[in-house]
């Protein structure tokens, strides 16, 4: 999975959602992301230097119109402009701890998922005349 963001930009927020797959008890699972520490983390590509290490992430449930249609949640990270300075491409992922047990989920699961931070051709430093 791709996503991108301009050099120095804090939106959009990146957000990953949670895939029922019919082999866990959803809504346990997700009483169960209620009561854990999720971390996001970067890393360069091309060095495997972290850029970001373990920081806070948070697990939203999105609203509905249809009061009958499933439950979605979402992890996501909010960027700072600090995390978005240098250009280039970063793998990613979110680092969930469970409280109850200890134990420890890395997401994405299936497939890795990559930052693209592009050059903007919008100067981030403005002078004023």
Known sequence: MEFFIRKDAT?????MQLIQDGRNDFQHFHDKLANSSIGFSMRREDTGEFVILNKAAGIVKKTTIEPNAPDEYYIYYRWQSSD????????????????DDGSELIIPVREDLFVNINDSFVRSQCKSY
Not at 11 to 15: A, C, G, S, T, V
Not at 84 to 99: A, K, L, M, P
């Open 84 to 99: 978005t300075s240098d250009v280039g491409r970063y793998q990613v992922q979110f680092d969930v701890t469970f409280i």
């Open 11 to 15: 939106e959009p927020i990146l957000k």
